[in-house]
């Protein structure tokens, strides 16, 4: 039985609001312009700041993650994917001005010819709709692109990067992680990089992967 | 007011639908205060039952109502429907001093009445059953696409939104000319 959720009192919406799980939220933003006016609204006001968003970029997909801090896992909230990955037998897209749109397993995809370009839109359709910036970001060596995609769409820095081994593509790696770490000094073999601000990170080469986090100073622990 | 004291639980309003005291209840007699809703049918419903209701729970305390007082009178819920009032009268004799716990079995069921509900407990300020009915509301749209939420949740598309603000403009418009005609007629 359908309930017309926009007739309810203002506090019954926010309640209910608030029982949502955040993929649910980001797939209810795409049921109309004024629901998603809505729920920009209701974030603009309320502000998640223990929620933090993520950009993976890798093995061909853009995903947005949303982490809750007191949550083991990230979430997932929506995909953007190449236009051939489309798998139109399963349910019939809903085509709009640039992309097509798919749901599958409780989570909204957007289909592009350029995904890159569609990366970013979903990158700013989440970080818009719950007034937030990104907080990590996940990538391979396809995904380099966004380091400095970032750095000048958000005035925050990055507070957590990630970059994982591309099984498809060895040649490329090497040139990637220098890339990453154009500004770093060689010390005993690692590498140490500094950010702006003067947070320092050692990263250890021997693999061709590593995570790097930046943690808090100690004065604020 | 056309007090009835009939029907649903409320029959006969001696026989009040409250859970049956525990042996060790106090001496002191339980106050008993009465509600009705859009059919006028009488609710009995202890004073305990009632705290769950912050709206009837100050009404109370700021009126000062007697138990004979609040027979003559019981308080009027015009808005809410009769069936939907006595859903709301079960569930706090149901847990009348004490906590709902997280999944409470004892929880209205019909999903068609959801949205009537949820209007009444927003109403009547029942916290603890507003959260369970919005639980109820969240849940429907689990796994759901955009498409199916827009339905559950009688979402108008964007044409009908905007169909539905020329309308608004094209009536408010109208009603500005007619306010503006009678007024030239009062001035002549």
């Known amino acids: 039985m359908p309930v017309p959720i926009l007739c309810t009192p203002f506090v019954v919406l926010s309640e209910i609001i608030c029982l949502l799980e955040t993929e649910e939220i980001v797939a209810a933003s795409f049921c109309s312009k004024k629901m998603k006016r809505f729920l920009k609204c209701y974030y603009q006001q309320r502000k998640p700041l223990e929620w933090n968003i993520y950009l993976k970029d890798y093995d061909s997909c853009g995903r947005v993650h949303i982490h809750k801090l007191d949550d083991e896992y990230h979430d997932a909230v929506l995909l953007a994917e190449h236009v051939s990955e489309l798998d139109e037998s399963e349910a019939k897209p809903i085509e709009t001005n640039g992309y097509k749109r798919g749901f599958s397993s409780g989570l909204v995809s957007l289909y592009f010819e350029d995904r890159v370009m569609g990366t970013k839109m979903i990158v700013d359709y989440v970080t818009d709709l719950f007034n937030l910036d990104v907080y990590g970001l996940i990538i391979d060596t396809n995904g380099i692109w966004a380091i400095d995609w970032i750095s000048r769409r958000q005035e925050k820095m990055l507070e957590s990067f990630e970059l994982v081994k591309n099984p498809k593509c060895n040649s490329s790696s090497d040139e990637a992680l220098n890339y990453v770490l154009r500004d770093g000094d060689e010390w005993n073999g690692d590498y140490s990089i500094q950010r702006i601000d003067g947070v320092k990170a050692v990263i250890d080469l021997d693999i061709r992967h590593f995570v790097m986090t930046v943690l808090p100073p100690k004065e604020i622990i | ?188």
């Open chain 2, 1 to 188: 007011m056309s007090s009835t004291e009939q029907g649903t639980s409320s029959a006969a309003p001696a026989e009040p639908t409250t859970a049956p005291e525990s042996a060790a209840a106090p001496e002191v007699p339980e106050s008993f205060y009465y509600v009705h809703g859009k059919d006028k049918v009488v609710h009995k419903v202890s004073a305990g039952a009632l705290q769950h209701s912050a709206l009837i729970h100050g009404m109370i305390s700021n009126l000062g109502y007697t138990e004979e007082q609040a027979k003559a009178n019981p308080f009027p819920f015009e808005n809410i429907d009769g069936d939907i009032l006595q859903m709301v009268v079960d569930w706090c004799n149901q847990h009348k001093g004490k906590p709902t716990p997280p999944e409470d079995t004892n929880l209205p069921k019909q999903k068609e009445k959801l949205f009537d509900l949820v209007l009444a407990v927003n109403y009547l300020e029942i916290k603890e059953l507003l959260t369970y009915c919005c639980k109820q509301v969240a849940m429907m749209v689990k796994g759901k696409s955009p498409e199916e939420i827009r339905e559950i949740w009688m979402i108008p598309t964007d044409a009908e939104d905007e169909a539905a603000e020329k309308e608004a403009k094209k009536r408010a418009g109208k009603e500005a000319a007619g306010e503006t005609a009678a007024a030239a007629g009062d001035a002549k």
